[in-house]
Nanobody
Framework: QLQLVESGGGLVQPGGSLRLTCAAS????????IGWFRQAPGKEREGVSCISASGHTTSYADSVKGRFTISRDKAKNTVYLQMSSLKPEDTAVYYCATSCVIVRSISWGQGTQVIVST
């Protein structure tokens, strides 16, 4: 089973920045598009951003365009989500997956909590 581990979350003030990391355990990410998703309290999980296997194509939810940047480092077998100009509405648990869309077959990890608050 493909296992991804998210990290880098925390408490940050509005306007601040965080960098989330998605690391693979036991397999290479090179051949997979990777998506970042988030789930806020009381809300459904939603897609945030996606990067193609090559790294040449990225996409973002409208709510994060211009503030978040997804990237991948193949040497480190890692995908990042750089989040800037954070807003309270970005508060959520963030997950990564080997998919750009939510499908039933995804085995979600524990995610990493992001709290944007004063």
């Amino acid at each position: 089973q493909l296992q991804l581990v998210e990290s880098g979350g925390g408490l940050v003030q509005p306007g601040g920045s965080l960098r989330l990391t998605c690391a693979a355990s036991g397999f290479t990410l090179d051949y997979y598009a990777i998506g970042w998703f988030r789930q806020a309290p009381g809300k459904e999980r939603e897609g945030v951003s996606c990067i193609s296997a090559s790294g040449h194509t990225t996409s973002y939810a409208d709510s994060v365009k211009g503030r978040f940047t997804i990237s991948r480092d193949k040497a480190k077998n890692t995908v990042y989500l750089q989040m800037s100009s954070l807003k309270p509405e970005d508060t959520a648990v963030y997950y990564c997956a080997t998919s750009c869309v939510i499908v039933r077959s995804i085995s979600w990890g524990q995610g990493t909590q992001v709290i944007v608050s004063t």
